[in-house]
C-alpha cells in the first residue's frame, strides 16, 4: 500500500513539474497568438482560447507569484549571485523561477522522505535535502560547462592568434571564433560581440566573460589582452605561448587524474557502501532495518552513520585533489 502511495505522489508530482515548465516556457504558437490577436487576424477560437477567463486568472497567479518572489529577492539582495550561478551553469531561467522550482524541491524532498520513513522528525531532514538538490544540480552543470570551455580554450586561441597573423582585428578574431566554435565557446564569444556592439568597451566585455567563466586559463589570456592593449606588443605571440602552456596543463591535469583513480574510487565506496548495505538488509530483513527509522537512537545512529562517511568521503577528496 506504501509503494502505492509512494507511485501515486511521484506521478502527481512529475504532472505537476511539467504544467509548471509548459507555463515557464512559452511555445511559439501563444507567442503567434498574442501577436495575431494585436493585430487583429487571429481566428474565433484562437480569440476565444486567449479569452477564457479560468486560463486568464490561472496566468495572472502565476505573474503574481513570480512577481512576489522577485520582490523577496530584491529584498535579499540575492538577484545577482543567483543571476550569476545560473549564467555559469548555463540555464536558461530567471532568479525568481529558480526560487519557486527550489521551494518545490524544498516541498517534495520532506513529503517524500516522510512518505518512506513514516515519522515526521525526518522532515527538516528531507526539506534541507530538497533545498541543496537544485544547487547541486547548478554546480554540476557549471562544473561541465567550465570543463568544455577549458578544453575549448586552447583550439579557440590558436584561431584568435591565426586571424591576428592574417591580419584581422581582435573583434574579426573573436567573430571568427564564435562562427567556428561549438557550444559554450559560441555562446559566450557572440555575447561578448554583441556586448561590444552595444557600446561596451573590450576591456568591460573581456572582464564579464571572466565572471561568467571563471577559468584560471581564460583569466591568463585576459590579462594577457589587457597589458597587450595598455603597453604594446606582439600580441600573436603572446596568445601562442599561452595557448601551448594552456595544453600541457590539460595533459598533466589528465595524468593527475588517471594516477588518482583509486584514491577516488575509495572515496567512491566509503561513502556509498554503508548506503547500498542498508539498502540490502531493508529489502531481504525489512524488521531487522525497520528499527533504525523508528526508534530514536537508532536515528540517531543513522545520523552519525551518515556524518562519518561523509567526513571520510570529504577527507580522501582533499588528498587526491592536487592543483596544477
Known amino acids: 500500500m506504501k509503494g502505492l502511495l509512494i507511485i501515486m505522489f511521484l506521478f502527481t508530482v512529475t504532472l505537476f513539474f511539467l504544467l509548471v515548465l509548459q507555463r515557464f516556457s512559452p ?43 522577485k520582490k523577496y529577492l530584491a529584498k535579499k539582495d540575492k538577484t545577482s549571485q543567483i543571476e550569476t550561478l545560473l549564467s555559469q551553469a548555463g540555464v536558461p531561467l530567471k532568479p525568481e523561477e529558480y526560487v519557486m522550482f ?105 572582464n564579464k566573460l571572466k565572471e561568467r567563466m571563471p577559468s584560471e586559463d581564460l583569466n591568463l589570456m585576459v590579462q594577457a589582452i589587457l597589458i597587450q592593449r595598455q603597453v604594446g606588443g606582439n600580441l600573436a605571440t603572446v596568445l601562442d605561448q599561452i595557448a601551448n602552456t594552456i595544453r600541457e596543463r590539460i595533459k598533466i591535469h589528465g595524468q593527475i587524474k588517471t594516477l588518482t583513480a583509486q584514491g577516488r574510487m575509495s572515496g567512491m565506496v566509503v561513502a556509498l557502501l554503508p548506503v547500498i548495505l542498508g539498502g540490502f538488509l531493508l529489502v531481504i530483513e525489512p524488521n531487522y532495518m525497520s528499527v533504525m527509522f523508528s526508534n530514536p537512537i537508532g536515528l540517531l545512529l543513522l545520523g552519525v552513520g551518515a556524518v562519518s562517511c561523509l567526513i571520510g568521503f570529504v577527507f580522501i577528496t582533499k588528498i587526491t585533489a592536487i592543483e596544477v
Open 102 to 206: 527550489k521551494w518545490i524541491s524544498i516541498a517534495l524532498g520532506a513529503g517524500i522522505l516522510n512518505l518512506f520513513v513514516g515519522n515526521l522528525i525526518v522532515i527538516p531532514l528531507g526539506a534541507y535535502i530538497g533545498s541543496v538538490i537544485p544547487k547541486m544540480i547548478l554546480k554540476k552543470r557549471q562544473r561541465a560547462r567550465l570543463k568544455k570551455f577549458n578544453d575549448a580554450l586552447p583550439e579557440m586561441i590558436s584561431t584568435i592568434v591565426g586571424a591576428l597573423r592574417a591580419g584581422f582585428s581582435f573583434p574579426q578574431a573573436l567573430k571568427s571564433v564564435a562562427e567556428e566554435s561549438s557550444s559554450p565557446m559560441k555562446e559566450e564569444m557572440e555575447l561578448v560581440l554583441k556586448e561590444m556592439q552595444y557600446g561596451v568597451t573590450i576591456e568591460e566585455s573581456l
Open 27 to 69: 511555445k511559439k504558437e501563444l507567442t503567434e497568438t498574442r501577436i495575431n490577436r494585436y493585430l487583429g487576424s487571429g481566428t474565433e477560437e484562437e480569440k476565444t482560447n486567449i479569452q477564457e477567463p479560468k486560463k486568464f486568472q490561472r496566468a495572472m497567479q502565476l505573474r503574481f507569484a513570480k512577481q512576489t518572489v
